[in-house]
């Protein structure tokens, strides 16, 4: 088995352009290594993307924020100045594992895993979150929302990588919340996962809003009419109880040991719910 | 193939070693450098048993490839007693008796420092959810939580 650490996101793109075997990115490794010793995948290269600068820095980008593909959770929490823009990014890269595991998951790994569950995905997405693609034909843009396919695939060609996330500059009196349910406190994988982001007016009522859905479907879902079902709205209860249903109709999940399809359906509208009113909550005195 | 050469720093000791690219950070430790404190427990980033620091961040060292350290700076719980003289969660957790088989213990040890070094006087929860990572079968987890909150309370003193 091959290992290089390119410094150049040029070169990683080249070694998996040009690797005729089975070739996995490396960056945090928290997903990578557990299937290498399940014998899930048996790469016959691997590119660590960790020593290339862009990949691993958070940097100011026209009025928003650019966050590297391999930054991990741990160091987005530790951001002096993320977490009052983007809470909700933040708080739900923070409950990817253990305090060990934070050290080391990044963004871009929760995202290229393929799962439909990954807690990062869903708050990217609602946060309007676009990736920055380069593979051997060059760079490109995609939101985050398409990347993923379906379980386990990508929308991304061979060679390609994704390098960087860009979260948009941010209105004044706008927020955004992540919530999953998983049976216990800590360390799980979400039954269900909701990321909310929107903006309000002086008012208080909303004017722009995200709403992504997380394991309820083969992959991760922006919620157009959740969203349409609250702006416009100061998230009153009539509300609230379209934004509940507008989320449970978009639903189509598995039954699996950790949840009913019934169940899940039922607590995608709660947790939409008690994340737009966190967000909200945020957003008036942000 | 040929190994892949990596230098690195161990407990402050310069190290040189040659591994396999599947070769984790752990198997290193264990097998070439023979820092055996570093225990395997289930290998996938659920225990916490491995725990070592990486230019001071805590994670596990199973889930780092041996090749990916090159350059950096590695503290294992060999590193935590200066000599003979334990370190103060050392003490503590034997005063507490929190451990019984050990096997956890210098997870839980090495875990701890590194929250100590980020927040001199945690919480209960704090503690609990910094070592949500770290399982012991055999404790409860009580007496570990009162043996870091004494360590850190002597280590306030200085």
């Known amino acids: 088995m091959r290992y290089e650490a390119p410094e150049t996101v040029e070169r990683a793109t080249a070694l998996l352009a040009e690797s005729a075997g089975e070739a996995r990115v490396l960056a945090g490794g928290t997903d990578l290594l557990v299937q290498m010793r399940a014998d899930v995948v048996e790469p016959a290269l691997i590119v660590d993307i960790k020593r290339i600068a862009e990949t691993r820095a958070i940097t100011e980008d026209r009025g928003g924020w650019r966050i590297g593909a391999a ?43 393929g799962s439909p569950a990954a807690d990062s995905v869903p708050a990217l997405i609602a946060a309007g979150a676009v990736a920055t693609l380069a593979g051997p034909q060059g760079r490109r843009e995609l939101p985050v929302e398409d990347v993923m396919l379906g379980p386990r695939r990508l929308a991304l060609g061979k060679g390609e990588i994704v390098v960087s996330f860009r979260l948009p500059p941010r209105p004044p009196r706008s927020s955004d919340a992540y919530l999953r349910f998983i049976p216990r406190t800590e360390m799980d994988i979400a039954v269900v996962g909701v990321g909310v982001s929107l903006t309000v007016d002086a008012s208080g009522t909303i004017t722009d809003a995200r709403v992504s859905l997380g394991a309820v479907a083969p992959r991760v879902l922006l919620v157009r009419e959740a969203a349409a079902a609250i702006v416009g709205s100061r998230l009153d209860r009539p509300a609230q109880d379209r934004l509940e249903a507008a989320a449970r109709a978009a639903c189509a999940p598995i039954d699996d040991k950790r949840g009913t399809v019934e169940f899940r359906i039922q607590v995608a509208g709660v947790l939409a719910r008690r994340a737009a009113l966190i967000a909200l909550d945020r957003a008036r005195t942000s | 193939m040929a190994k892949h050469h990596v230098e690195a720093t161990v407990n402050g000791d310069a190290v040189e ?110 503690i609990r959810y910094w070592l949500a990572g770290n399982l012991c079968r055999c404790t409860g987890y009580d007496k570990i939580v009162s043996a870091v909150k004494d360590a850190a309370a002597t280590l306030r003193k200085g």
């Open chain 1, 71 to 113: 930054v991990t959770g741990a160091e987005l929490k530790e951001h002096p100045r993320l977490q009052q823009v983007w809470p909700g990014v933040v708080e739900a890269a923070n409950l990817i594992g253990s305090t060990q595991v934070q050290g080391r998951a990044t963004l871009g790994g929760n995202l290229c895993n």
């Open chain 2, 17 to 126: 070693f040659l591994c396999e690219t599947e070769e984790t950070l752990l198997d290193v430790l264990r097998d070439t450098l023979h820092l055996t404190g570093s225990k395997e427990g289930c290998a996938s980033g659920d225990c916490g048993a491995c725990s070592v620091t990486l230019d001071g961040r805590l994670v596990c060292s199973c889930l780092v490839l041996g090749c990916e350290v090159g350059g950096r700076r590695i503290e294992t719980i060999e590193g935590l007693a200066e000599g003979e003289a334990l370190h103060p969660l050392q003490k503590k957790f034997l005063e507490h008796a929190a451990l019984q088989c050990g096997i956890c213990t210098p997870g839980f040890l090495v875990a701890s420092r590194a929250l100590l070094e980020r927040n001199s006087n945690p919480t209960d929860t704090e």
